[in-house]
T-cell receptor
Framework: QKEVEQNSGPLSVPEGAIASLNCTYSDRGSQSFFWYRQYSGKSPELIMFIYSNGDKEDGRFTAQLNKASQYVSLLIRDSQPSDSATYLCAVNMDPKSGYSTLTFGKGTMLLVSP | EAGVTQSPTHLIKTRGQQVTLRCSPISGHTSVYWYQQALGLGLQFLLWYDEGEERNRGNFPPRFSGRQFPNYSSELNVNALELEDSALYLC???WGQGNQPQHFGDGTRLSIL
């Protein structure tokens, strides 16, 4: 069964610190990786996507991908209380057939304290 | 640019009833996806439509069905509602197939009494 695994948390960090969120996936053929942020009671909001091994930076966010280890992470620098949310890792598990189905992890709750 | 819009925002139904949820994708997006987010279960893929055709289906019973219209908007129909169908139903859209990022609407919260 194809799976995306995340630590449920909560991950607690002080304001201004770096938050590191991790995700592993089971399908070695996966090629597309996405991070969504979901505030309580709201819908997921896309914050980063990465397709190639290495790092991708966008503002305070950095996505890191290591396909050999089947591992993707999200770093949030200078964490703010407004970053407190659940972060969902999503992986395209069936790229060979051209399908766009995303498999989601259950999310990691991040709490940033002032 | 308007985002993905879903209607209604909330619904209350009873067991055995039928429900139709609606979704309008971002302008220019041809693919529409439906997901179910039930408490404790995370986001589960339901259906994917592209260019009016059903392209993929998740592990849900046939009473979950839908369609996509020529203007790329979509409906999700759920027949014979059961208590466990209570969930947030999310619609997402993307530009074409493959690796394109999906953007979500605000969802429809369905409660079954």
């Amino acid at each position: 069964q194809k799976e995306v695994e995340q630590n449920s948390g909560p991950l607690s960090v002080p304001e201004g610190a770096i938050a590191s969120l991790n995700c592993t996936y089971s399908d070695r053929g996966s090629q597309s990786f996405f991070w969504y942020r979901q505030y309580s009671g709201k819908s997921p909001e896309l914050i980063m996507f990465i397709y190639s091994n290495g790092d991708k930076e966008d503002g305070r966010f950095t996505a890191q991908l290591n396909k050999a280890s089947q591992y993707v992470s999200l770093l949030i620098r200078d964490s703010q209380p407004s970053d407190s949310a659940t972060y969902l890792c999503a992986v395209n598990m069936d790229p060979k057939s051209g399908y766009s189905t995303l498999t989601f992890g259950k999310g990691t709750m991040l709490l940033v304290s002032p | 640019e308007a985002g993905v819009t879903q209607s209604p925002t909330h619904l209350i139904k009873t067991r055995g009833q039928q429900v139709t949820l609606r979704c309008s994708p971002i302008s220019g997006h041809t693919s529409v996806y439906w997901y179910q987010q039930a408490l404790g279960l995370g986001l589960q893929f339901l259906l994917w439509y592209d260019e009016g055709e059903e392209r993929n289906r998740g592990n849900f019973p046939p009473r979950f069905s839908g369609r996509q219209f020529p203007n790329y908007s979509s409906e999700l129909n759920v027949n014979a509602l059961e208590l466990e169908d209570s969930a947030l139903y999310l619609c997402a859209s993307s530009w074409g197939q493959g690796n394109q990022p999906q953007h979500f609407g605000d969802g429809t919260r369905l409660s079954i009494l």
